[in-house]
């Protein structure tokens, strides 16, 4: 167990609907990211954020949306679902730490046991 | 942007031999190299990563090298098992920043 938490597990909904996908991370981290998960693509980062603020894009599509609160929980936003957005979703968290230089050392993410979206 | 290329793309190994799985990375500012184990149905399960200020680390059974001249790493497992079997994804990032993965390798050892 990674200690990241997401629901729903499953989510079953049609086309041009909206759902709403709920990501906690582990206790201390900072960092949200997601990342989607198809056949065809693999896995994909959408999107990153930091103590509730976004702080990196990746290839998201306009439709889709995220947000962190306060509490650092964070939410990923699918609207005018299609059938391409089937796919699992995936969010991992992670925190800064500082390396022996004293430099920022790059965070290790740990990943939740996914949403897996279906759109009929 | 960064890309990641993973091979082999399907693995099969016999109970107790060696499987090894080889990534290569674009951008050579890339300094952390992290690789998940996915089983079915499940999330990214970190197995073992590195950071591009050594040349190898090992845990257990677990090993992996990074050549930064070549901009490549690569997995090792000895000793396979047969709960080894799953998904294999290799990564890289820049600091604080999002991983782009590999396309994954689908390991079997077979009893």
């Known amino acids: 167990d990674s200690g990241v938490t997401q629901t729903p597990k499953h989510l079953i909904t049609a086309t041009g609907q909206r759902v709403t996908l709920r990501c906690s991370p582990r206790?201390?981290?900072?960092?949200v990211y997601w990342y989607q998960q198809s056949l065809d693509q693999g896995l994909q980062f959408l999107i990153q954020?930091?103590?509730?603020?976004?702080?990196a894009k990746g290839n998201i599509l306009e439709r889709f949306s995220a947000q962190q609160f306060p509490d650092l929980h964070s939410e990923l936003n699918l609207s005018s679902l299609e059938l391409g957005d089937s796919a699992l979703y995936f969010c991992?968290?992670?925190?800064?730490?500082?390396?022996?230089?004293?430099?920022?050392?790059?965070?290790?993410?740990?990943f939740g046991p996914g949403t897996r979206l279906t759109v009929l | 942007g960064e890309n990641v290329e993973q091979h082999p793309s399907t693995l099969s190994v016999q109970e107790g031999d060696s499987a090894v799985i080889k990534c290569t990375y674009s951008d050579s500012a890339s300094n952390y190299f992290p690789w998940y184990k996915q089983e079915l149905g499940k999330g990214p399960q970190l197995i073992i990563d590195i950071r591009s200020n050594v040349g190898e680390k090992k845990d257990q059974r677990i090993a992996v090298t990074l050549n930064k001249t070549a901009k490549h790493f690569s997995l090792h497992i000895t000793e396979t098992q047969p709960e080894d079997s799953a998904v294999y994804f290799c990564?890289?990032?820049?600091?604080?920043?999002?991983?782009?993965f590999g396309s994954g390798t689908q390991l079997t050892v077979l009893p």
């Open positions: 206790s201390g981290d900072l960092s």
């Open positions: 990564a890289a990032s820049k600091t604080a920043r999002q991983l782009t």
């Open positions: 954020y930091y103590n509730g603020e976004e702080r």
């Open positions: 991992a968290s992670s925190s800064p730490s500082r390396a022996s230089g004293g430099g920022l050392r790059t965070d290790t993410q740990y």
